[in-house]
């Protein structure tokens, strides 16, 4: 059956001299793995070659039981051409489409995490400041816990439930109970980032993370790549680029 669809490429591989095999996140059948027959040829029904964050409406037939979608048209358009000219905004956008390719299963959908992908993307790519780019980063990675199911705790100590407070001298994060740890707790964890209060106040409202200096969003977002590498049970691809940094 044939469906219609808005995709973001999430990942390509070249299969042939002139197929692709492609994974799309689709809004309203989540993600989806395609065999692009002739998409590296200039005239193709996909517009040309597809590229990771080509985006646009598609049109796929699933088949009946395992296997590849196949992607008979995907109109592109040019939204995310502006990432291409970024490269610490490329890298974000690589990372979320690692991310999202490694938490998601095929064929099911997460409409917010689509709207959100998107609108991380638009966002970010514009943005010249490395802070407000790292900031956005943070706050969809949160966003993309959330619509998996394993939202990080970050309004109260995770492990003694105690409300976060901008008092607390500093704040702890341990992916042992997937949040923040208030002082009187750290002491019980073994593996924890010490982050500062302002970097904590940004986890538990989002708002706040544009206001961090890049070196507390460094730090923070070491301590998201040490969370999702815990998840993963290997570091992220990406996160060599952010490391090095
Ligand atoms: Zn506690």
């Not at 994974?23 to 395609?34: E, V, Y």
């Not at 002491?187 to 106040?201: E, G, H, M, P, Q």
């Not at 544009?210 to 790549?225: F, S, Y």
Request: proline share 4%; with cysteine; hydrophobic share 40%.
């Amino acid at each position: 059956m044939q469906e219609k669809d808005r995709a973001i490429c999430l990942r390509c591989v070249n299969y042939s001299e002139t197929s692709q095999v492609v994974t799309l996140l689709t809004r309203r059948h989540g993600k989806i793995a395609c065999m692009a027959k002739g998409s590296k040829r200039s005239k193709s029904a996909t517009d040309g070659p597809i590229e990771p964050f080509s985006f646009g409406p598609v049109v796929f037939s699933t088949p009946k039981g395992e296997g590849l979608a196949v992607l008979s048209e995907f109109s592109q358009e040019s939204r995310f051409r502006p990432l291409r000219q970024n490269l610490f905004a490329l890298n974000c956008g690589l990372l979320t489409a690692e991310l999202i390719e490694s938490f998601t299963e095929n064929s099911d959908p997460h409409e917010g995490l689509f709207d959100a992908t998107v609108s991380f993307l638009d966002t970010v790519q514009n943005r010249s400041r490395q802070n407000f780019q790292l900031a956005d980063l943070i706050g969809f990675e949160l966003t993309l816990l959330n619509e998996i199911g394993v939202g990080l705790v970050t309004q109260w100590c995770a492990n003694c439930s105690t409300a976060f407070s901008n008092r607390w001298k500093y704040a702890y994060f341990s992916n042992e109970v997937n949040g923040l740890v208030c002082p009187g707790c750290e002491s019980s964890f073994v593996d924890k980032t010490r982050l500062d209060v302002a970097a904590a106040a940004g986890l538990s409202q989002t708002e706040n993370l544009k206001k961090l200096p890049l070196t507390v969003l460094e730090t923070l977002h070491k301590a998201m790549l040490n969370h999702f590498t815990a998840l993963l049970h290997r570091p992220p691809k990406l996160a060599s680029f952010f490391l090095s940094q």
